[in-house]
């Protein structure tokens, strides 16, 4: 296909710029839904709210309180006396790696990724909201309680087998992050009650977003705003890369379509003057095996092959071009007969 590459970066530009789309869309409604909750600090008037509401519960709200784990807490590995609800434990590769066109590059590659989570609630004063599905939040913020980087002492025969391989180990990141019990978050969600009277905030069922962030409601939708001007530049980055393949594409299919017509009347033109130029120059004093079997007035212009019959004038072999009129063979090919 003569648009191969053309039409494979097409596609591969149009999935980019669907995804930034998506996304786009996805932020927008987000700080629309985020500007519409409404704002509470954890209390007894939440529990009113969700009794007044009509079925039960509060479809987006923002509620703020402290940390507290539903039972025992997690407790960090690097550091004994910190305690938290939601641990995330990662080890990343860092690896030296020999590309395609053959230079050596920095890379970093998840080797291992480990989410541990307890049960708790954001409380303020005795009142509790327990949160549902914490791992489910678009935001979830954690403070990083550890990063530590452990080099790899390359041996002879590892720089060897490196330099087989394209792929050096240079050392391993352990980092931990924690949701410390005791942190000030603001969940954003959807608030119900149980049937034991429990208040309860998880991610809403219409795929609005969840948060759970230790951002302000204000700096949340500034972030949030970020990503929209980000993801808006994105896809008008890569709708104006579109747009110009499209272009190209376009172009070239119209100069191919243009050269192809050019071409064709050419070859009618020459065909024409050539058949009138013949026409002019027939002999007309002809023997009767010189003269075309089929309108016996033309002479024998036409060899079909591979019979090798010359018993055609060229008029006649336009409409003939399955068999051969003498010994009925197939014709493969037509040529202009000279006879001197
Ligand atoms: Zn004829
Ligand atoms: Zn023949």
Known sequence: MDYLGEVVALGIDSVIFGIC?????????????????EFHEV????????????????????????????????????????????????????????????????????????FNTVPFALQQGGHFVEILEPLAADILDMDVVSNTFKPTVP????????????VRQRGLQSTEELLREGAIMTGVGELTKTKSNTLTLQPPLNGTPFYLTSMSISSLLRKLDDRKRTYRLLCLMFG????????????????????????????????ASRKE?????????????????????NPREIILLPCGHVCL????SEDITTHCPMCRAPIAQKAAAYII
């Open 155 to 166: 041996s002879f025969s590892d720089h060897l087998w490196s330099f087989v391989t394209g």
């Open 277 to 297: 130029r013949r026409q002019r120059v027939r002999d007309t004093d002809l023997r009767g095996d010189q003269i075309c079997v089929i309108c016996c007035t």
């Open 43 to 114: 209390g007894s008037q939440l529990g009113d709210l969700v009794d007044k509401s009509s079925d039960n519960k509060i479809g987006y709200i923002a509620i703020r309180g402290i940390v507290k784990p539903l039972g025992k807490p997690l407790t960090s590995i690097s550091n004994k006396k910190l305690t938290g609800v939601v641990q995330k434990l990662k080890i990343k590769e860092h690896v030296v790696a020999r590309t395609t066109a053959g230079f050596w590059s920095d890379q970093e590659r998840t080797v291992n990724k480990v």
């Open 240 to 271: 104006a890369i579109g747009m110009l393949i499209g272009g190209i594409v376009f172009r070239r299919y119209w100069k191919d379509r243009t050269e192809q017509r050019v071409a064709e009347e050419l070859r009618q033109s020459l065909a």
């Open 21 to 37: 789309l998506k996304q786009y869309f996805h932020c927008r409604n987000a700080i629309a839904a985020v500007k519409g909750a």
């Open 313 to 316: 004038c060229e008029d006649c």
